[in-house]
């Protein structure tokens, strides 16, 4: 299925598709517990906003988009405030809104997004990827603990406290 799955900008095509995915991911937080995404946010204007920007990624499997990221490279301002230390001081990429469509999860969907956001961060000279989720997002937090990233301390985002995680890219 790997080499099947394509690695692309999103377009304003595919809003409504990403607001699916997106609208799945808060409901199976919300079934867990989880508070993360539960504040009407990520909304249609921030998906809008990430593809006009050039931040939307999909990937696509079979001509349908299964998951979403925002892939930034001019930095997350919250986390020059981080309350710990960043394993780094150079210019490097952030995910932000992360989710996978419900029929792909536990799949390794996520994992592989992952990986090739790095290869793409790499590709463009970058050496560092740095993420931050909330402490009660499990599936995050393990994903995060499988790549290799290291916990470097929390950042206060719009919606509280997040732990932040960054993995160097040599």
């Known amino acids: 299925m790997d080499e099947k799955i394509i ?3 999103a377009e304003k095509a595919d809003a409504e598709r990403i607001m ?18 539960q504040d009407g946010y990520p909304a249609m204007e921030n998906i809008r906003n990430d593809i006009e920007k050039g931040y939307g990624f999909v990937l696509e499997y079979e001509a349908i988009t299964i998951a979403y990221a925002a892939v930034i490279f001019d930095g997350e301002p919250a986390y020059n405030l981080i309350e710990g230390r960043w394993l780094s001081n150079c210019p490097y990429v952030v995910v932000h809104r992360l989710a996978v469509a419900d029929e ?4 390794g969907v996520a994992t592989g997004f992952m ?3 790095e290869q793409y961060a790499r590709e463009c ?7 931050d989720t909330n402490f009660d997002n499990e599936f995050m937090l393990k994903m995060l603990d499988r790549l290799g990233f290291a916990f470097c301390g929390e950042v206060r985002m719009r919606s509280g406290l997040r732990r932040a995680y960054e993995k160097l890219l040599f």
């Open 20 to 37: 699916e995915i997106i609208a799945q991911a808060k409901e199976q937080m919300r079934l867990r517990g989880s508070r993360q995404w």
């Open 104 to 107: 792909m999860k536990n799949r």
């Open 125 to 131: 000279g970058l050496r560092s990827f740095r993420i």
């Open 115 to 117: 990986r090739r956001i």
């Open 7 to 9: 690695f692309r900008k």
